[in-house]
């Protein structure tokens, strides 16, 4: 099931991603993530009959917001994110050292965008009910 449809998503949220086939490959890959980021919250409770209009349009925030992240990465996994990331790269005098690792800065595999607009809302909460 899509948290977030095409036409929502490139008409609604602005999307970057205009192929409605690279949308649903990204938009899939988000779902995942943030169902184990969320421990399936949308899963066992319906998107469409919550009561709290602002967790539910957060929420598609943050599919959209974690699809964009991947088209703008050109990945979807993280071994495809880290794999064009280095520790210090020397061509003459040239020096290029990265401040921090992509991955480091994807706190259960969210962008920080997508993570922040979650944990507002208790999405992420880890303590016993």
Known sequence: MAYLSFADYFTEYKGAVSDEAE???LEAQA?????NATRDFYRYNDLSADPDEFRVADFKQAVKEQVDYYAFAQAAK????QQGEYKAVSIGR???TPADA??????NGLCKEAYELLAKHG???????
């Open 31 to 35: 779902e995942t993530v943030i169902n």
């Open 123 to 129: 999405l992420l909460f880890r303590g016993a009910w």
């Open 102 to 107: 992509s991955a480091g800065l994807m706190p």
């Open 23 to 25: 949308f649903t490959r």
């Open 78 to 81: 993280s071994y495809e994110i």
């Open 94 to 96: 040239l020096s290029l």
